[in-house]
């Protein structure tokens, strides 16, 4: 099993769809766990981080299942601007020391008028 | 503040040929990483620093060699370029790389896209 792993996609929604992605992790020590939001020949940027048992930002919700070990990123009524490559990153440290974050691949949000 | 920045924007290599890509830091972070993201791939961890004056081995490290120059700087080496290192290389930086705190976690510079021919 890899270590974080994503459906690539691409996920083909109309505007004002709800759409969700997982990400599922293999270390179960991983303490630390975020979404990252990336257009087309940009940088990867923070969209949100997930701690606990999940967060709340607007139409983007984040939710942490420590049982199964995996992440998931709720966006609801789709704007056409979330277009994009969503990429999930976890920490494979333990929290006591330091680590590295593990990128998956990303999945691919198309939004459609 | 800049962020993290990255130079060049873009570079042609012929195989063989050696560059340095450069990576600076504005916001006083204390670990600096290099990845590289290829087509499939996603983005795969070549070097990272947890602190001036360390460097460690990522997952792909091979034909590569990094210098934590101070705090700010981190720069990236390839020695003697070869066509499968064609790709797009960010830096990024983040406050300790323990990601323990709410806020802390890895700021991308722009990338730098290499083609190798």
């Known amino acids: 099993?890899?270590?974080?792993?994503?459906?690539?996609?691409?996920?083909?929604?109309?505007?004002?769809?709800?759409?969700?992605f997982n990400c599922t992790y293999s270390n179960s020590a991983s303490q630390s766990f975020f979404w990252y939001r990336q257009d087309c020949r940009k940088e990867p940027k923070l969209l949100m981080s997930v701690y606990s048992s999940g967060n709340e930002d607007g139409r983007f919700t984040a939710q942490l299942n420590r049982a199964s070990q995996y992440i998931s990123l709720l966006i609801r009524d789709s704007k056409l601007s979330d277009s994009a490559t969503y990429l999930c990153a976890v920490n494979i440290g333990n929290g006591g020391s330091q680590g590295?974050?593990?990128?998956?691949?990303?999945?691919?949000?198309?939004?459609?008028? | 503040n800049a962020g993290v920045t990255q130079t060049p924007k873009f570079q042609v290599l012929k195989t063989g040929q050696s560059m340095t890509?450069?990576?600076?830091?504005?916001?006083?972070?204390?670990?600096?990483?290099w990845?590289?993201?290829?087509?499939?791939?996603?983005?795969?961890?070549?070097?990272?620093?947890?602190?001036?004056?360390t460097t460690d081995k990522g997952e792909v490290p091979n034909g590569y060699n990094v210098s934590r120059l101070n705090k700010r700087e981190f720069s990236l080496r390839l020695e003697s370029a070869a066509p499968s290192q064609t790709s797009v290389y960010f830096c990024a930086s983040s406050e300790s790389g323990y990601f323990s705190q709410p806020k802390e976690t890895q700021y991308f510079g722009p990338g730098t896209r290499l083609l190798v021919l």
């Open chain 1, 1 to 20: 099993r890899k270590e974080v792993e994503q459906d690539p996609g691409p996920f083909n929604v109309p505007e004002g769809a709800t759409v969700a």
């Open chain 1, 100 to 113: 590295n974050l593990i990128f998956g691949k990303g999945t691919k949000l198309s939004v459609k008028p």
């Open chain 2, 21 to 33: 890509l450069q990576c600076a830091q504005d916001m006083n972070h204390n670990s600096m990483y």
């Open chain 2, 35 to 53: 990845y590289r993201q290829d087509p499939g791939m996603g983005l795969r961890l070549i070097y990272y620093s947890a602190s001036e004056g």
